[in-house]
């Protein structure tokens, strides 16, 4: 069965400074993933999305995510959070299964 | 084009009550998915449907739980007889017709916060 695991609940970063927010998965073939943001109180808004192809994905508000199938991850980055950023970043994986399976979320915080 | 549209955005009841939660999908999109969100927890799938069609409800609770996609109107989850732990925010998506059975992209709702006193 598939899942996804998003290591860091909560992570704090200063604003301008670099962010990575970790994703592994667990799937048998080739995953379809997935980054989306919630700000508090709202839906889930999609940052990026991973099929196949070039491994290194690019989304709005400047973020980023890759690829590596060597280790079952697709991490979010982003060069500098703004504070805006702050937020619950859902990670999530698609396959033959027809619905999207998310990882709990890290939520960020981000200081001035 | 307007985006999911769920209804009502916050829903209080008393235990006992019956919460109907409506969601409208984008249009065009034939497939509808709730999800629950805990505090402190990730989205959990609850149920899949296409027009008339549950697809997947493999995360429905056994019981007091349903969920329908008439032909014409807005998908309802239906929480009979609520108790405090159905507390939860409810969150609605939808997608077009997928591709080769694969989900490429969901586009979520602002959800409906449902409060048990």
């Known amino acids: 069965a598939q899942s996804v695991t998003q290591p860091d609940i909560h992570i704090t970063v200063s604003e301008g400074a670099s962010l990575e927010l970790r994703c592994n998965y667990s799937?048998?073939?080739?995953?379809?993933l997935f980054w989306y943001v919630q700000s508090p109180g709202q839906g889930l808004q999609l940052l990026l999305k991973?099929?196949?192809?070039?491994?290194l994905v690019q989304g709005i508000k400047g973020f980023e995510a890759e690829f590596k199938r060597s280790q079952s991850s697709f991490n979010l980055r982003k060069p500098s959070v703004h504070w805006s950023d702050a937020a619950e970043y859902f990670c999530?994986?698609?396959?033959?299964?027809?619905?999207?399976?998310f990882g709990t979320g890290t939520r960020l915080q981000v200081f001035p | 084009n307007a985006g999911v549209m769920q209804n009502p955005r916050h829903l209080v009841r008393r235990r006992g009550q019956e919460a109907r939660l409506r969601c409208s999908p984008m249009k065009g999109h034939s497939h509808v998915y709730w999800y629950r969100q805990l505090p402190e927890e990730g989205l959990k799938f609850m149920v899949y449907?296409?027009?008339?069609?549950?697809?997947?409800e493999s995360g429905m609770p056994k019981e007091r739980f349903s969920a329908e996609f008439p032909k014409e109107g807005p998908s309802i989850l239906r929480i009979q007889q609520v108790v405090r732990g159905d507390s939860a925010a409810y969150f609605c998506a939808s997608s077009p017709t997928s591709t080769g059975g694969r989900v490429t992209e969901a586009f979520f709702g602002q959800g409906t916060r449902l409060t048990v006193v």
């Open positions: 999530a994986v698609g396959g033959y299964t027809d619905k999207l399976i």
């Open positions: 449907l296409q027009k008339e069609n549950i697809i997947d």
């Open positions: 799937y048998g073939a080739t995953p379809y």
């Open positions: 991973y099929f196949s192809g070039d491994t």
